[in-house]
Structures are given as structure tokens and as C-alpha cells.
């Protein structure tokens, strides 16, 4: 459709004409006060953890939307290269579309150059992003990934700030998580040890906060690879259903029943030949 | 008749046809008149697509929702290229000298002007290659991509509109 009043075109990237509307629609009238839709965030509890020989993460798998748990099993670890692996709670389509777009970037990077990406390039990639948009973009992201420098733990925060860290948790769960974090870490722990401690936060997380909850998953980074543990931990309530409900055929009785002939008038008739190879 | 005014930084509200001289066209070098800098308001704001006032979509028009963006980050994101390319342009000037920014605005200006017509899409390839964009993805390569738009400007308008003419 040709428009007569553009006269350029569109930018890519976001899109701000609904803003307007936006605005007056939630400040109308008295009556006519209409709130927009939450989006689904990831209330969450995500920990990680630098150990001897790489990085642990951990994270729960409840979606919240408002007071409903929209996805109970949602992975929240997500991939960024080889070597790295991100956690992610805020807004779930922010941090997934952010984490998408980094990997991508990461991995162009790689192809061009020919080496593994470092975990702090990945952040300051993100770092860039986010402060881009001003916070509008709910992203609260935990960053860890072991490359040529060693094992490196950051987190990054919505507008761009950047902290790294031995161990971390982020999320609404994020203070009882954190709570297990200060009272039992050790530097250069070993890899039960770390799972273990991680568990446990992502667990003192699970049990205190309303957002986070179902199964705990973890992921293993280590110099030789990655060892993507989905479910670490099942949650000891999950709801099997105990019967089948679906309805028998003839469970509705039948009152009534009429038949209608319809009418149907031959409009055109069309006759095409058809090519075809005669065998014999 | 119309004159065609030359690029200037000015900001392109409205055309003022009060008095038209006689039609003075450079036609050399037309293409290098196109305009680049970024108009804070169009012809016609509110229009929805049968020119007049879109209530519907837009609300009631008030000439402060015209003039200033609604949305905190509008006008950021509108600027943003311009905002990055300025800032960088000064420090390499701080570092290296006048010559570098100059020397890479002259290749700028020339690669920006590899493009379609107006209302087609340009691939842009040598100015994003200049600008190391080719090999990054950000969200202006995602969401609301030119050549996937539903909707086209009349060709006629927008060429006009490019060259001042309107």
C-alpha cells in the first residue's frame, strides 16, 4: 500500500509510534484508566559460582506472569559461545533476544578471527547494549565462561553496569541464595563441592521466593567443555495428572437433531487435459 | 516553480512557497544534493493513510506531541548513528589529528551515496563496510527491517522530498 505522507523510509530497529497512544490510553479518564499487559518475567533465583578448575551455574525454571506460573520449565541458562554461558532474569524476552543477539555477534567474531571469544569481550558487548537503551531493556544477566585468561564470573545489570565477581546471585531470589553463597563459599573449591553449593542457593532461592520455583538446573563449565545439567535437581512436586479427561464419545446427550439441504448452483465448469505419458 | 536549495544543516519543516523565483536546477551532480540530515518533523505528522488527522491511531494531535517525542528514548535512537559517528569522529580527531576524520568522512560521503531510488531499499554494503557494521547484529537488523515493511511510500513524493523539490 502506497502511503502519500512518508517521506522516508522507516527506520530499522524499534519502533516508538504507539507511544503516544500509549500513553493516553493509560492516563485516560477516571473510567477508561487501561493498563497495559505485564510481559512475562523470569522472577528467578540465578547463582554462579567460580570453582578450581572452571565456572558453575545455576538457575531455576519457573516463568511467572503476574500471579501465574506461565512456563515451569523454562531454560534460563543460555548459550553465548562454546566457552560461554549465560544466565538470565529480568523480562524473559529481553534476556533471550539480548543473549541470541550476543551469541550471534560472538560467533561472527569467531568465524573472522579464528578464536574463541573471551568473556569479557561478550560483556562488554552487553554492557554497550543495554546502555543503549537506557534500562528499557529488563535484562539482568550473570555471565560466566572459561577462556584463554582462566575462569571469569560477571554480571551485568539492565543500564549497563558491570560487576565481576567469585560468586554471585542475581534475581527476585537472589538475597537467601546469596545468603548460602557468603556463608559457604571457598576459593578453588572442587566440582562437587561447587554443584552442590550452587544447588543449595538456587534451592534456599526456590523455597523463599514466590517467583522461582519447579527444577534446578546447572551448568559446568570447565576448560575441556560444558556439562549442560537440565535437570540437575526435579522439584519433589511435580503435578503428574492422575487420570485421563477426555470425554467418551456419546458423554453429551443428544436433544434434537435437523437436517437442512443446501442449495448449491454449478456457477462454472472448467475442463483442462491433462499431460499424461501414455506406457505401454 | 521551485528552487532547489543546496544541502545546509537547517531542519526541514515546512516549504515556504510564498515567493517562487524561476526554476533554477543544478542538474549536475544532482545525486550529491541529496539531503542527510535527519528532518524533525514531516509534511504531514498526523496523517494516517488518507492524509488527514488519524485520531484513531494517533490521539488528538496538539502540536507539543508533534514536536517532542513521547517516548524517552525516541529521539536517541533516531540520533543514535549520527550521535556515534559524531563522538567517534572527535576523539580519533583528539588522537591522530584533522587529517584521519577527514579523510574517512570524504569515504563516508562518498559510500553513502551508492544507493536506490528513494523509496527502494539499498543494501548499503561499502557504508556499512566502512563503519564495521557488516559484521555485527544488533536490533536495527531484527526488528522492523526496511525491505520487509508492508508499507511504501508514493514514489513520486519521496523522490521529490529527497531532492527539495517538494
Keep these: ?280 | 516553480m521551485i528552487t532547489v536549495f543546496p544541502e545546509t544543516d537547517r531542519k526541514y519543516i515546512y516549504a515556504d512557497r510564498k515567493d517562487e523565483p524561476s526554476l533554477k536546477m543544478n542538474t549536475r551532480g544532482l545525486r550529491s544534493q541529496l539531503k542527510d540530515s535527519v528532518p524533525v518533523t514531516g509534511l504531514c505528522p498526523q496523517a494516517g493513510p488518507y492524509g488527514v488527522q488519524d485520531s484513531l491511531r494517533r490521539g488528538f494531535s496538539s502540536v507539543k506531541n508533534e514536536l517532542l517525542p513521547s517516548h524517552p528514548l525516541e529521539l536517541s535512537e533516531k540520533n543514535f548513528q549520527l550521535n556515534q559517528d559524531k563522538m567517534n569522529f572527535n576523539t580519533l580527531r583528539n588522537i591522530q589529528g584533522l587529517h584521519a576524520p577527514l579523510k574517512l568522512q570524504m569515504e563516508y560521503r562518498a559510500a553513502k551515496q551508492i544507493q536506490r531510488l528513494p523509496f527502494l531499499p539499498s543494501s548499503n554494503l561499502a557504508l556499512d563496510t566502512l563503519r564495521g557494521s557488516d559484521d555485527t547484529i544488533g536490533f536495527e537488523d531484527i526488528l522492523n527491517d526496511p525491505i520487509q515493511s508492508e508499507m511504501m511510500g508514493d514514489p513520486h513524493i519521496m523522490t521529490e522530498y529527497k531532492l527539495g523539490i517538494l
Excluded at chain 1, 550473570?142 to 546471585?169: E, F, N, Q, R
Design chain 1, 1 to 280: 500500500m502506497a502511503l502519500s505522507c512518508v517521506l522516508e523510509p522507516a527506520l530499522s530497529g524499534f519502533n516508538f509510534e504507539n507511544s503516544t497512544r500509549n500513553i493516553v490510553l493509560e492516563n485516560g479518564s477516571e473510567e477508561g484508566k487501561i493498563k497495559a499487559p505485564k510481559p512475562m518475567k523470569t522472577g528467578t533465583t540465578i547463582a554462579g559460582v567460580v570453582y578450581k578448575d572452571g565456572v558453575v551455574l545455576g538457575a531455576d525454571t519457573r516463568a511467572t506472569s503476574d500471579e501465574v506460573v506461565a512456563d515451569k520449565m523454562c531454560a534460563k541458562i543460555h548459550y553465548i559461545a562454546p566457552n560461554i554461558y549465560c544466565c538470565g532474569a529480568g523480562t524473559a524476552a529481553d534476556t533471550e533476544k539480548t543473549t541470541e543477539i550476543l551469541s550471534s555477534n560472538l560467533t561472527i567474531f569467531s568465524m573472522n578471527s579464528g578464536r574463541n571469544p573471551r568473556v569479557v569481550m561478550a560483556v562488554n558487548i552487553l554492557q554497550d547494549m543495554l546502555f543503549r537503551y537506557r534500562g528499557m531493556i529488563g535484562a539482568h544477566l550473570i555471565l560466566g565462561g572459561v577462556d584463554c585468561t582462566g575462569s571469569h564470573l560477571y554480571t551485568v545489570g539492565p543500564y549497563g553496569s558491570m560487576d565481576k565477581v567469585p560468586y554471585l546471585a542475581m534475581g527476585s531470589g537472589n538475597l537467601p541464595a546469596m545468603g548460602i553463597l557468603e556463608d559457604r563459599f571457598k576459593a578453588n573449591m572442587d566440582l562437587e563441592e561447587a554443584k552442590s553449593l550452587v544447588s543449595d542457593a538456587i534451592h534456599a532461592g526456590i523455597m523463599s521466593d514466590l517467583g522461582s520455583g519447579n527444577n534446578i538446573d546447572l551448568c559446568v563449565i570447565t576448560k575441556e567443555g560444558v556439562d549442560y545439567i537440565r535437570p540437575h535437581k526435579e522439584s519433589p512436586f511435580n503435578y503428574k495428572r492422575q487420570a485421563k479427561y477426555k470425554y467418551k464419545p456419546g458423554t453429551t446427550p443428544v436433544l434434537t437433531k435437523t437436517v437442512t439441504q443446501v442449495e448449491l448452483e454449478l456457477l462454472d465448469e472448467t475442463v483442462q487435459m491433462m499431460e499424461t505419458a501414455g506406457s505401454s
